[in-house]
């Protein structure tokens, strides 16, 4: 009897799983990512392509909220610890070579560095140019810089890319992106 039951609510989880996941992969993406949502809302949206020095750069303008950069700034910080954590299993693991170990490391070390710069960036961008907030994301080649300010011209948006080229050296692909509150 005791078996029965077992079974019977082991294939009750099992259904229930089965329903959950068809549910999420035939449901809309948009409707189950509330960042997007947020950051679409109420956003009026124009983008300038400007090139200086031979590199991509991007102007945007949009409206935005504090809800918004904070919680840019958490996603970052989760991917950014969940990529710590993986790394310092490899580090702890005794299958590895020590040149993988190696690697592990130097790749740890590059991705506190990264972050240090972009709050280091952040705070330039601030304090130079009188803004309100800055967020500044840096992944390999590129780097998107989003800056709440009621002005958003070429000239603030060049004073931006002359602070990160200064900071990070030159980078492929710059985005400047103003948003007003």
């Known amino acids: 009897m005791l078996l029965k039951k077992q079974t019977v609510w082991l294939l009750t989880m099992l259904s229930l799983v089965v329903v959950l996941s068809v549910y999420y992969v035939t449901a809309d993406p948009s409707t189950t990512n509330q960042v997007v ?57 005794t299958d590895l070579t020590p040149e993988e170990k190696s690697r592990a490391m130097d790749e740890m070390k590059k991705l506190t560095e990264t972050a240090n710069k972009e709050q280091v960036l952040e705070s330039l961008i601030k304090s130079k140019g009188g803004y309100e907030d800055a967020l500044v994301q840096a992944d390999k080649d590129e780097v998107m810089i989003t800056v709440k300010s009621n002005k958003h011209d070429k000239a603030s948006a060049n004073e931006i890319v002359k602070l990160v080229n200064q900071e990070l050296g030159h980078s492929p692909k710059l985005a400047v992106e103003f948003q007003t509150k």
């Open 37 to 93: 949502q947020n950051k679409e809302e109420g956003t009026a949206s124009k983008a300038k392509d400007q090139a200086s020095d031979g590199k991509q750069t991007k102007v945007t303008t949009k409206t935005a909220s504090d809800a918004v950069f904070e919680t840019i700034r958490l996603e970052r910080q989760d991917e950014m610890s969940k990529k710590q954590e993986e790394l310092t299993n490899k580090l702890a693991s």
